[in-house]
Antibody, heavy 121, light 109 residues
Framework: QVQLVESGGGVVQPGRSLRLSCAAS????????MHWVRQAPGKGLEWVAV????????YYADSVKGRFTISRDNSKNTLILQMNSLRAEDTAVYYC??????????????WGQGTLVTVSS | SYVLTQPPSVSVAPGQTARITCGGN??????VHWYQQKPGQAPVLVVY???DRPSGIPERLSGSHSGNTATLTISRVEAGDEADYYC????????????FGGGTKLTVL
């Protein structure tokens, strides 16, 4: 069965960096686009970034563009989110999710359990 | 950027029908997807492509699309349906294409 397990969350000071990972199993990772989505405490879902199956195409939310980088290692079935210049408003649970496609739209068919990132001094 | 609008809350008695709406400019031209999130849990896909259900999702949950509004309908509501529900679209005309609605809290009275 599809499994997505996020790791790397924790408490970090403003302006510092953090690297999140998502270990995928139970499907052909190298054939699937992947997303990161976050949820601030008590708030709704916010889409963060997507990466194509081959790592070539990447798109970001305006709120993280230039600070966050999405990448993947298909040899290790791992999705990465490198987060730099963190701000208090980046505090959230970060979910990785597998993308599926029904023309012309992506949706997120399986989600991990999330990892909490807290940005605080 | 594209905006999806959902009512913050919907309340319904058990056994009744709940309708959760999702509005957006020309949403009729987009495929709408719906997620259910219970407290402390990750979201779960319940409807994709406007009206298709993943395996394991009961037929009581259905999606529809009319004009500028998409609707998630939950028939014969049960206590276990109490959750937050989010709509989502993919805006291919944008360089930040992933869009979620603000979410609707369904309360079963």
């Amino acid at each position: 069965q599809v499994q997505l397990v996020e790791s790397g969350g924790g408490v970090v000071q403003p302006g510092r960096s953090l690297r999140l990972s998502c270990a995928a199993s139970g499907f052909t990772f190298s054939s699937s686009a992947m997303h990161w989505v976050r949820q601030a405490p008590g708030k709704g879902l916010e889409w963060v970034a997507v990466i194509s199956y081959d790592g070539i195409k990447k798109y970001y939310a305006d709120s993280v563009k230039g600070r966050f980088t999405i990448s993947r290692d298909n040899s290790k079935n791992t999705l990465i989110l490198q987060m730099n210049s963190l701000r208090a408003e980046d505090t959230a649970v970060y979910y990785c999710a597998r993308a599926d496609f029904i023309g012309p739209s992506y949706f997120l068919d399986f989600w991990g359990q999330g990892t909490l990132v807290t940005v605080s001094s | 950027s594209y905006v999806l609008t959902q009512p913050p809350s919907v309340s319904v008695a058990p056994g009744q029908t709940a309708r959760i709406t999702c509005g957006g400019n020309n949403i009729g031209t987009k495929r709408v997807h719906w997620y259910q999130q219970k407290p402390g849990q990750a979201p779960v896909l319940v409807v994709y492509g406007d009206s298709d259900r993943p395996s394991g999702i009961p037929e009581r949950l259905s999606g529809s699309h009319s004009g500028n509004t998409a609707t998630l309908t939950i028939s014969r509501v049960e206590a276990g349906d109490e959750a937050d529900y989010y709509c989502q679209v993919w805006d291919n005309s944008s360089d930040h294409p992933g869009v979620f609605g603000g979410g609707t809290k369904l309360t079963v009275l």
